[in-house]
């Protein structure tokens, strides 16, 4: 199979790119700067300069493809409408990603009991509203003649394959603690969050553009913990003694920006992937961002 990439230079893209090479089908990686091109050409996807604002080309790399794996950015809706124009009738795989930020409560460190399942009914925040327009649009899809999915990851750890190497959060995470000299949380630190291994994520990729129906969607995790633990296991990597310090909402919001210290680092985000388990087959080996977390 011939695949369309974007995001290919980054974390997900590029890890699922790795993913698609070693299952032996050919990969083209959307590029933005020659630099990246040649980093994702060593790693033998063929690259595509251009960016997700570039309709023309975004069209004309779809139609020379199979299928499509959009990894480049959630939030942008020109680049899906394009991208879904382009497969239109071709019954042609979309793998778009998501995140299960999407059902963040802004609970600024606390806990909570709500956990979401693929089929779990919710109301984004005001935050989230517009990224989840866009999943309901990519599985309108399905009635369009393209087999539609969205992949929404939780919390992503471990090394990525690709050219880019480090997720979000927990890298974030421990340079805020390098910087502070102790890890820091948001008030009590106690908010949930699931999380999934970048290897066991691009299984599940591979997984879906194989076998998915269309109008799939598909949360992505493995276990969950409360960011006060994985600061714990941050200090303790960091060859500290596992102390935390709560950072209040004004710092939080200084140090990691509004849209992420409200939906990522204090909110809770508890999936659970049923659906892939159920229908796909999927079956992470990772369970412990805990005893992953590596410093280095
Ligand atoms: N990592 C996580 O834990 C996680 C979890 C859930 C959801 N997500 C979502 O998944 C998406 C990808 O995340 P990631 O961690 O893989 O991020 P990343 O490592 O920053 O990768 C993003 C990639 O997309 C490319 N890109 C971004 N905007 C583009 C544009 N306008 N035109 C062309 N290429 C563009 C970047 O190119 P450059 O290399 O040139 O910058 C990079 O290769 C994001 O929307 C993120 O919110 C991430």
């Known amino acids: 199979m011939r695949v369309f990439v974007t995001g290919a230079s980054g974390y997900i893209g590029g890890s699922v790119a790795a993913a698609l090479r070693g299952a032996g089908h050919q990969v083209v990686g959307l590029v933005r700067t020659p630099q990246k091109g040649e980093q994702v050409r060593a790693l033998g996807i063929e690259p595509v300069l251009g960016t997700l604002d570039d309709g023309k080309l975004l069209a004309d790399a779809v139609l020379a493809s199979d299928a499509v794996v959009h990894a480049a950015?959630?939030?942008h809706r020109a680049a899906?409408?394009?991208?879904?124009?382009?497969?239109?009738?071709?019954?042609?795989a979309f793998?778009?990603?998501?995140?299960?930020?999407?059902?963040?409560?802004q609970a600024w460190g606390e806990p909570s009991g709500k956990?979401?399942?693929?089929?779990?009914?919710?109301?984004?925040?005001?935050?989230?509203?517009?990224?989840?327009a866009v999943n309901q649009r990519v599985l309108a899809a399905a009635r369009e003649g393209v087999r539609a999915a969205v992949v929404s990851p939780s919390l992503i750890y471990g090394p990525g394959r690709g050219a880019h190497r480090d997720s979000i959060q927990v890298p974030r995470l421990v340079a805020l603690a390098r910087?502070?000299?102790?890890?820091?949380?948001?008030?009590?630190?106690?908010?949930?969050?699931?999380?999934?291994?970048?290897?066991?994520?691009?299984?599940?990729y591979l997984r879906a553009l194989a076998n998915a129906p269309a109008g799939a969607s598909y949360y992505a995790e493995n276990g969950e913990c409360s960011m006060r633990r994985a600061c714990e296991a941050i200090s303790r990597a960091l060859g500290w003694d596992g102390r935390t310090q709560p950072m209040s909402k004004d710092e939080a919001i200084a140090e990691f920006g509004a849209g992420p210290a409200a939906y990522t680092y204090g909110s809770n985000s508890r999936v659970r992937a049923t659906r892939a388990r159920r229908e796909l087959g999927w079956a992470p080996r990772h369970s412990s961002l805990l005893e992953t977390i590596g410093i280095e």
């Open 179 to 204: 910087k502070s000299g102790i890890a820091r949380h948001i008030g009590r630190g106690e908010n949930l969050w699931s999380n999934v291994h970048i290897d066991d994520l691009a299984d599940l």
């Open 95 to 105: 793998i778009h990603t998501s995140g299960s930020s999407i059902v963040g409560d």
């Open 80 to 92: 899906v409408e394009s991208i879904l124009a382009a497969l239109a009738g071709s019954g042609k």
């Open 73 to 75: 950015d959630a939030d």
């Open 115 to 132: 956990i979401y399942d693929d089929e779990t009914p919710f109301v984004p925040g005001p935050g989230r509203a517009a990224r989840v």
